[in-house]
């Protein structure tokens, strides 16, 4: 009898897997269909909402002049936070959902999804258009392996943002030509530590392979701490000079936010500057537009990077956003065709960002961020124009995949010494084993 119940439970469960799998079928044969008669959906994940984004104007154009598309825009996080974006997109990569056209804020990131299997190379199609990257793009993301797998859009200028009011009132000049040992300067005389504007002169945020490694971003090459040909960089001296000038600037100086504070605190660079809690901050030319929730009282003015030394060009990383195509689309030619438009016409359209693209007017560019901002009064054209047209691309090429964890080692050692707890020899030393550690297991 057991046997014979079995057998029907066996019956049962075969007819199940049948019936789910003639509906599977069906969904697909449906898809299909929908395709044939000359529609495809392209999944667009990204972490940009719409008023940052302005992607009804945008897809509505590009919708527009390919009638047989239709661009589904998801963005996963409503707070532009591009880390929690990672989390929930690798989240859906993991579950087998059906995914199109990917964008990544940096390359480190996008670099370790690639290695990951989750992107599309898009040779075949740069060859097929006969596409110069390097005439096209400012700023375009350097092979992997041989093969090239994404566009970039924006373009993202590593400088230093001022508050002009500020510099105004210490008798300052905007800078247009400056070395560290100017910006500590500059931090002291903008500090105020005492009454009720009560200020820091400037403030580093958390991002290790930024505000660590400042000294370092300032060359022409070898601006990480792995180089381009996985060895360690960790004996360059603009490491070591990097921590030390952040610490006297955080523990002996006082004139920037203490480490231990923005920690503790939680502090965010943003809020930081607009709520004019310091009076500058090296950060990048997204800050053009995207305040968030604030909006300034106060003249912004902008300047290049700061320089290792007076004879150094004006060095300073040029990256941005880039786009991708994910390895399990099903429609990569009509992706490919809606990147290459959206990091040329479209983002210019979108009026949000500095593109990567050379044919754009950047007067009109930056004409069209600073109108659509809620106070254009409060950005000194002159100063951003200058520091845009004067700033010169480092080669940072695209990191390994695992550099990201070598940054997180690096972290936790200079947090230490950061905090106290820890001399600079130590702290250097430590990261230099751990960074090889880790170069060692991933040859």
Same mark, same amino acid.
């Given at each position: 009898?057991?046997?014979?119940?079995?057998?029907?439970? *066996?019956?049962?469960?075969?007819?199940?897997?049948?019936?789910?799998?003639?509906?599977?079928?069906?969904?697909?044969?449906?898809?299909?269909?929908?395709?044939?008669?000359?529609?495809?959906?392209?999944?667009?994940?990204?972490?940009?909402?719409?008023?940052?984004?302005?992607?009804?104007?945008?897809?509505?154009?590009?919708?527009?002049?390919?009638?047989?598309?239709?661009?589904?825009?998801?963005?996963?996080?409503?707070?532009?936070?591009?880390?929690?974006?990672?989390?929930?997109?690798?989240?859906?990569?993991?579950?087998?959902?059906?995914?199109?056209?990917?964008?990544?804020?940096?390359?480190?990131?996008?670099?370790?999804?690639?290695?990951?299997?989750?992107?599309?190379?898009?040779?075949?199609?740069?060859?097929?258009?006969?596409?110069?990257?390097?005439?096209?793009?400012?700023? *375009?993301?350097?092979?992997?392996?041989?093969?090239?797998?994404?566009?970039?859009?924006?373009?993202?200028?590593?400088?230093?943002?001022?508050?002009?009011?500020?510099?105004?009132?210490?008798?300052?000049?905007?800078?247009?030509?400056?070395?560290?040992?100017?910006?500590?300067?500059?931090? #002291?005389?903008?500090?105020?530590?005492?009454?009720?504007?009560?200020?820091?002169?400037?403030?580093?945020?958390?991002?290790?392979?930024?505000?660590?490694?400042?000294?370092?971003?300032?060359?022409?090459? $070898?601006?990480?701490?792995?180089?381009?040909?996985?060895?360690?960089?960790?004996?360059?001296?603009?490491?070591?000079?990097?921590?030390?000038?952040?610490?006297?600037?955080?523990?002996?100086?006082?004139?920037?936010?203490?480490?231990?504070?923005?920690?503790?605190?939680?502090?965010?660079?943003?809020?930081?500057?607009?709520?004019?809690?310091?009076?500058?901050?090296?950060?990048?030319?997204?800050?053009?537009?995207?305040?968030?929730?604030?909006?300034?009282? *106060?003249?912004?003015?902008?300047?290049?990077?700061?320089?290792?030394?007076?004879?150094?060009?004006?060095?300073?990383?040029?990256?941005?956003?880039?786009?991708?195509?994910?390895?399990?689309?099903?429609?990569?030619?009509?992706?490919?065709?809606?990147?290459?438009?959206?990091?040329?016409?479209?983002?210019?359209?979108?009026?949000?960002?500095?593109?990567?693209?050379?044919?754009?007017?950047?007067?009109?560019?930056?004409?069209?961020?600073?109108?659509?901002?809620?106070?254009?009064?409060?950005?000194?054209?002159?100063?951003?124009?200058?520091?845009?047209?004067?700033?010169?691309?480092?080669?940072?090429?695209?990191?390994?995949?695992?550099?990201?964890?070598?940054?997180?080692?690096?972290?936790?050692?200079?947090?230490?010494?950061?905090?106290?707890?820890?001399?600079?020899?130590?702290?250097?030393?430590?990261?230099?084993? #751990?960074?090889?550690?880790?170069?060692?297991?991933? $040859?």
């Amino acid at each position: 009898m057991k046997v014979k119940w079995l057998g029907i439970l *066996f019956s049962v469960i075969v007819l199940m897997i049948a019936i789910i799998g003639c509906s599977n079928d069906e969904k697909s044969s449906g898809s299909k269909s929908e395709t044939e008669d000359g529609v495809v959906t392209l999944n667009f994940h990204h972490w940009y909402n719409e008023e940052s984004g302005n992607w009804a104007k945008v897809i509505e154009a590009y919708e527009k002049e390919n009638p047989g598309v239709k661009i589904n825009s998801q963005p996963l996080v409503e707070n532009l936070n591009h880390d929690e974006y990672l989390k929930k997109l690798d989240l859906l990569a993991s579950s087998g959902e059906q995914l199109d056209i990917l964008m990544f804020s940096n390359q480190t990131d996008f670099a370790k999804r690639v290695d990951a299997g989750l992107m599309a190379p898009l040779d075949s199609f740069i060859e097929e258009e006969g596409l110069n990257l390097e005439e096209e793009y400012k700023s *375009f993301p350097g092979d992997i392996d041989g093969s090239y797998f994404a566009l970039p859009g924006k373009s993202v200028t590593q400088l230093v943002l001022l508050n002009k009011d500020h510099l105004d009132a210490a008798g300052l000049p905007v800078p247009t030509d400056w070395t560290w040992d100017d910006y500590e300067e500059y931090a #002291k005389k903008l500090t105020v530590s005492e009454g009720a504007t009560k200020r820091y002169g400037t403030y580093f945020h958390t991002w290790p392979d930024t505000y660590l490694v400042l000294k370092l971003m300032g060359k022409e090459n $070898k601006t990480h701490i792995i180089n381009e040909d996985g060895t360690s960089n960790m004996d360059d001296p603009m490491v070591k000079e990097s921590l030390e000038l952040r610490y006297r600037m955080e523990q002996e100086d006082k004139t920037a936010v203490p480490y231990e504070e923005t920690l503790s605190q939680k502090l965010d660079y943003r809020q930081q500057f607009f709520t004019q809690s310091v009076s500058m901050i090296a950060s990048g030319s997204w800050m053009i537009s995207e305040w968030g929730e604030f909006s300034p009282d *106060f003249k912004m003015a902008w300047a290049p990077f700061p320089k290792n030394n007076d004879d150094d060009e004006n060095w300073a990383i040029i990256q941005g956003d880039v786009l991708g195509i994910a390895q399990n689309s099903e429609h990569k030619e009509e992706a490919y065709k809606f990147i290459r438009w959206f990091t040329t016409e479209g983002i210019m359209i979108q009026q949000k960002s500095l593109p990567s693209w050379t044919d754009a007017d950047l007067n009109e560019v930056v004409d069209n961020l600073v109108a659509n901002t809620a106070n254009p009064e409060a950005v000194d054209k002159e100063s951003l124009i200058y520091t845009l047209e004067n700033t010169v691309a480092a080669n940072r090429g695209i990191p390994q995949s695992y550099i990201a964890e070598a940054y997180d080692e690096y972290n936790a050692e200079a947090d230490l010494y950061l905090l106290g707890e820890q001399d600079i020899d130590t702290t250097l030393k430590n990261s230099k084993e #751990k960074i090889q550690a880790i170069i060692d297991a991933n $040859k």
